[in-house]
């Protein structure tokens, strides 16, 4: 709760090409909540150096995040979209998390242990406290939802963990956070290995969309998508294939598993994969022109940068120095 509006927070990496799985676990989201809440949609480049990042690259991918906030329908006048850097209370609140955080909490944590597996030469400390970042990003803005992909809940628990015991300790402090997942969506597979999630960073380009795939690659791609070979479209445990398809066309045209499944009824997966590939098309498109038309426009982003960093800094600080007085660090003399 901020200044008696319900907030909502959420982020995403800035890291790879953002994949269709991004978009219908937790932009589209972002979009439909945006009326109803304060928001903050941050761009975490802090969270992406927990993995080792070209620096330019990181600035341009940072950069083109940011755009695509806004491409996807989120007002930068009325939404705070903002880059993680450029406010330093999360670091701060971050750090003051940590001496609130067990390690056996972050010790169960599956996305580290997956990281960690995957880079062997770099299991720094950042990449383990990941998750308490996460949680300073959240609190900081009193966030009364988190809308997010089923990969994050665990974050979440932790997020909702941390402040509780802070707030048994030192009073209600922070909002206690929920995590708002879409009816469908919050997991999209890999179109390759459908057992897998659709990841930025799969080695094999053809098991995700790419938000700035082409027409011809988006509809290539659905077509060789891996399924079963009864060539019926039924949503069930054991097609795995099929159901994922299922879900990205219900998630891009609105419509429910029994109203797809009826579609298609009589009907092959040929002709379904062609659909799928082509409702995507329908809503990255757009998507896809609107992002051209802004990058265009660098005097507009940039102000809106410089204006939404000072909108969260002013928030965050609140929250921030709440804390620092709770956990007895001196006043400012001002
Ligand atoms: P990131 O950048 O990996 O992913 C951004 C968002 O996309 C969702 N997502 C998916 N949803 C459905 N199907 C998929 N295959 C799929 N892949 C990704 C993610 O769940 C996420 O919502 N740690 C976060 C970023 C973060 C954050 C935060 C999020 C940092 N601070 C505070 C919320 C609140 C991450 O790495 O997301």
Known sequence: MLDGKKSLFSGMQATGNLTLGNYLGALKNWVTLNEEYECFYCVVDEHSITVRQDPAELRKR??????????????????????????????????ILNCYTYMGELNRMTQFKDKSAKHTDNINAGLYTYPVLMAAD????????????SDQLQHLE????????????????????????????????????????????????????????????IIRKCKRAVTDSDNQILYSEDKPGIRNLIDIYSATTGLSKEEVEKEFDGKGYGDFKLAVGEAIV?????????YNELTADKVFIDQMIKENAEKASYYANKTLRKVQKKVGFPERIR
Not at 138 to 149: E, K, N, Y
């Open 158 to 217: 932790l997020t909702r963990d941390v402040a509780m015991r802070f707030n048994n300790l030192y009073g209600d402090v922070f909002t206690i956070p929920e995590a708002y997942l879409g009816k469908v969506g919050a997991r999209i597979m890999s179109l390759q290995d459908p057992e897998k999630k659709m990841s930025k960073s799969d080695e094999n380009p053809n098991g995700s969309i790419y938000l700035m795939d082409d027409t011809d690659t």
């Open 282 to 290: 329908s809503v990255l498109k757009p998507l896809q022109d609107r």
């Open 62 to 95: 940072a950069r083109a995040l940011l755009t695509l906030y806004i491409a996807a329908g989120l007002d930068p006048k009325k939404n705070c979209i903002y880059y993680q850097s450029h406010v330093s209370a999360h670091a701060e609140l971050s750090w």
């Open 138 to 149: 959240i609190l900081l803005f009193q966030s009364d939802v988190v809308p997010v992909g």
